[in-house]
């Protein structure tokens, strides 16, 4: 068992937690116990990090979060923080360019590897040859232990949420290469005039994508 003090300091950093990130009450929120971890599931629910609200990530989660996790077939808390800072910004600057941000086009700059060192299912984006490139401070590198602040995300009785359209639970990715998918037409000109975009210290997108979602 961890030092009471270390277990009242993780607790502390739920206060607010519905507030700070504009949870709605249509959301039941659980947050899990010291012996759980990321592979663990209740019936209803899905497993998020407190790291990923600090990345970015809101709920009702966005139509292109939800399609690359779809086609990953992977679930919200096996992405790294970085990851999902990476689809945020990629957001912002297709918003800037007027190109709608679409999973396909994103899958088209980036591909999905596993992260083994951090654990059973975890996963991240990692830039293609030739395409965008997003790059952020070292202070926002994925630190080890972004696994520990988990909760439980669940529907409050009687809330007018429908079923989770992501998937939910851990698995193991397949190990093969993430192919890029095919564009036609006005998603294939979109993708290419961004292969030149290259943002260093993506961290001014990332304030003006949580901006944006405030409203």
């Known amino acids: 068992m961890p030092p009471v003090a270390v277990k009242a300091a993780k607790y502390r950093s739920f206060?607010?937690?519905?507030?700070?990130?504009?949870?709605?009450?249509?959301?039941?929120?659980?947050?899990?116990?010291?012996?759980?971890?990321?592979?663990?599931?209740?019936?209803?629910?899905?497993?998020l990090s407190?790291?990923?609200?600090?990345?970015?990530?809101?709920?009702?989660?966005?139509?292109?979060?939800k399609e690359l996790l779809r086609s990953w077939k992977v679930a919200p808390i096996q992405l790294t923080p970085n990851s999902w800072r990476t689809i945020f910004v990629f957001c912002i600057i297709c918003k800037k360019r007027k190109i709608e941000a679409t999973a396909e086009i994103f899958?088209?700059?980036?591909?999905?590897?596993?992260?083994?060192?951090?654990?059973?299912?975890?996963?991240?984006?990692?830039?293609?040859?030739?395409?965008?490139?997003?790059?952020?401070?070292p202070r926002l590198s994925n630190n080890k232990g972004w696994t520990g602040r988990l909760f439980s995300v669940g529907r409050r009785k009687g809330a007018n949420i429908p079923e989770w359209d992501f998937p939910v639970r851990v698995v193991?990715?397949?190990?093969?290469?993430?192919?890029?998918?095919?564009?036609?037409?006005?998603?294939?000109?979109?993708?290419?005039?961004?292969?030149?975009?290259?943002?260093?210290?993506?961290?001014?997108?990332?304030?003006?994508?949580?901006?944006?979602?405030?409203?």
Not at 183 to 212: M, P
Request: charge should be neutral; include cysteine.
């Open 50 to 65: 407190l790291d990923l609200l600090e990345a970015g990530l809101r709920l009702p989660m966005p139509e292109i979060a």
């Open 172 to 215: 193991e990715p397949l190990r093969r290469a993430d192919i890029p998918p095919f564009l036609i037409r006005e998603a294939a000109a979109a993708s290419q005039s961004l292969n030149t975009v290259g943002v260093n210290h993506a961290e001014g997108y990332l304030t003006e994508y949580k901006l944006t979602m405030k409203k």
């Open 15 to 47: 206060e607010g937690l519905r507030e700070r990130f504009r949870i709605g009450e249509e959301y039941e929120i659980v947050l899990m116990r010291e012996d759980e971890s990321h592979l663990t599931l209740r019936p209803g629910c899905f497993v």
């Open 107 to 137: 899958r088209n700059h980036f591909s999905l590897a596993c992260s083994p060192q951090s654990g059973m299912g975890i996963v991240y984006v990692k830039h293609r040859t030739n395409r965008m490139r997003i790059n952020f401070l």
